[in-house]
């Protein structure tokens, strides 16, 4: 988790150019003399191959004995690829980093900005979501709410961004940071692979492989740097499971769950699903994981690709891996490998090819004008917002919703084509959600129950650096809660409501004594202006919603409701005022 931050980078290294890779290892120096001693990562190349967009924080020294440099942060830096021209892009007290070129020119990027720490750690690491700033690196601000950290952005061949998101929301911390999908605007977050596989535990790096539906992305720890084995992502063929996934590098396991953890009484455990196991009696027993591993790859095809490759093993958390691990190699699927690049005093990552390439086409974004996420470390991400409470049946007095309902489809995104609605919508910083059949669930719901409400769960950003401290439930690092309170399903199982904008939310199906049926062991969001909708409850993926000349969803007959404020003591969640 610390791996990006500032807080615990070591000095040396820069961005180097190989100009005849293969043939030399002869490297040209992009920095050298232009920043003081520190720590360079993540390298992009601007899409005409002029200009190159990294990460630097100034450090002169490696923390002692696990100290941090809580005054040392990454920011985004540009560069012409001949060596001119270097402006720094961010500041400020967060880090910024893993940055990507937009197709309308803007910057995507990695940031602490939104504020809130881990749940399960020790000592400071900040929570690091998705964020977005013009091409000068004005105006940042995040376009992520999300509870917990996510890493990795990349633009897909559509132009959505393809991410690592850590969602472990009342669930197993190991198993679940896998691939999402968002606009560039933060709109229309969706998961894209593996919300219920438990090997790999990780999938990061994700890259678009030219050409291919498919995507490349490293199988990793979590344990760890990341760091693993390189994959391809077919969601053709499933979205979970090991059915989508195809292994480039056999000769590299996928750590953590292929391979033991060993803790420091030197017995190996095993993580899965259920608990912990041991290994075979026949599994050599080392210090974490095994083998060699790669990192950082760059599809060239689906044959060929860069990588960074190390034969040490990887070292897992709160250990350092050595300085020099990796190299830089020309790989393909056939098991070959040919050197690049390596130093001996320090590891080589993030190779890019120095050349111009492909634009993807510009998603227009669907936040109404003026209403994005502000500038700053939280956007709101730990405010205490909801809508205000619903009024009485049929007045809609202060609570106009701004998409006309007079023979509408079904979908209630193909309505929001006015602009100035939208607005209206977004200036109160809400969003609006459509849920067609909460029966239509996975699993599915007890037969017989009738859902009558949702409710609506705010997840709350942990303040304090320690995990437990303080214990806000029975499970390990539970997050705090706020119920914001329940909104109505229909008898055919819609529901349609206003809710916050910038805010991580979960929701609760209740049935009619408010009992909790299904628990959304996850979270979502809405920008301002955003109109959301889903066809059911955790519903497969691969299956339509009904026909669009079914009868209308009676949500869709009336206003969005107001969400009704839930008991005392329940904004925060309280045992002592509510049990």
């Known amino acids: 988790l610390t791996q990006y931050t500032g807080n615990c980078a070591r000095p040396g290294g820069g961005l180097f150019v190989l100009e005849k890779p293969g043939q030399s290892m002869d490297c040209r120096s992009v920095t050298t003399g232009k ?3 520190g720590s ?30 809580l005054d040392k942060h990454f920011h985004l830096y540009e560069i012409q690829s001949d060596g001119t021209g270097l402006r720094q892009l961010t500041s400020g007290p967060y880090d910024d980093f893993a940055g990507r070129y937009l197709p309308d020119g803007r910057i ?38 999300h509870e917990t950290h996510e890493w990795d952005p990349a633009v897909l061949g559509d132009g959505r961004l393809i991410y690592t998101r850590w969602d472990y929301v009342d669930r197993n ?3 679940y940071q896998q691939l999402w999908t968002v606009r560039p605007d933060g709109t229309d977050v969706r998961i894209f692979y593996g919300y219920n596989t438990f090997n790999p535990v990780g999938i ?11 995507v490349m992305a490293t199988a990793a720890a979590h344990h760890a ?49 259920v608990g912990v196991i041991s290994p075979p009696p026949a599994m050599e027993d080392h210090r974490r994981w095994p083998g060699a591993c790669y990192k950082s790859p760059w599809p060239i095809s689906e044959t060929y690709f860069l990588a960074a490759y190390s034969f040490d093993r990887l070292i897992g958390e709160p250990d350092p891996c050595p300085a020099n691990m990796f190299g830089l190699y020309w790989v393909d699927r056939f098991g070959n490998k040919e050197l690049l690049y390596r130093d001996l005093n320090i590891s080589s990552l993030w190779p890019v090819p120095l050349r111009p390439r492909p634009r993807p086409p510009v998603i227009p974004s669907q936040v109404a004008a003026g209403n994005a996420s502000s500038s700053g470390s939280s956007g709101q991400a730990g405010g205490v917002v909801c809508c205000p409470p619903s009024r009485a049946e049929g007045t809609t007095s202060g609570g106009r919703f701004p998409i006309s309902f007079s023979d509408a489809p079904s979908d209630p995104q193909a309505r929001g084509n006015d602009p100035a609605e939208l607005a209206h919508l977004a200036a109160r910083r809400e969003g609006v959600f459509f849920l067609q059949d909460v029966y239509r669930s996975w699993p599915a719901l007890p037969a017989g ?14 303040s304090t650096w320690h995990i437990n401290q303080p214990t806000v439930g029975l499970p390990n690092a539970s997050p705090g809660r706020q119920v914001l309170g329940t909104v109505p399903v229909e008898s055919d199982g819609s529901a349609l409501f206003c809710a916050p904008a910038g805010l991580p939310l979960a929701f609760q199906a209740l049935d009619e004594l408010d009992q909790a049926v299904q628990t959304m062991r996850s979270i979502t969001y809405l920008q301002p202006g955003e109109v959301v909708s889903c066809v059911g409850c955790h519903e497969p993926r691969d299956r339509a919603p009904e026909a669009a000349s079914a009868r209308m969803p009676l949500a869709l007959r009336r206003e969005p409701s107001r969400i009704q404020p839930g008991p005392d003591g329940s904004k925060p969640f309280s045992y002592p005022l509510l049990v």
């Open 40 to 69: 360079y990562q993540f390298a992009d190349v601007s899409y005409d191959g002029r200009r190159i967009l990294f990460s630097y924080s100034s450090v002169d020294r490696t923390p002692p004995n696990r100290e941090v440099h």
């Open 173 to 175: 911390a190991v198993f």
């Open 35 to 37: 920043l003081p001693v």
């Open 108 to 145: 995507v990027f990695v940031s602490t900005r939104r504020g809130g720490f881990h749940r399960c750690g020790q000592g400071p690491c900040p929570v690091h979501t998705l964020a977005l700033c013009e091409a000068d690196g004005s105006n940042p601000r995040i376009i992520s709410y």
């Open 225 to 273: 740097m990341t760091a693993g084995s390189v994959i391809l992502v077919d969601v053709r063929r499933g979205v979970d499971g090991p059915g989508p996934i195809e292994r480039l590098t056999p000769d590299a396991l996928f750590p953590e769950s292929e391979m033991p953890v060993i803790r420091g009484d030197g017995r190996p455990i095993w993580h899965n699903p």
């Open 204 to 214: 990061g790096e994700a890259q678009a492989v030219p050409g291919s539906h498919r």
């Open 449 to 462: 129950v009738k859902i009558s409400r949702l409710r609506v769960v705010q997840v709350l950003p942990k």
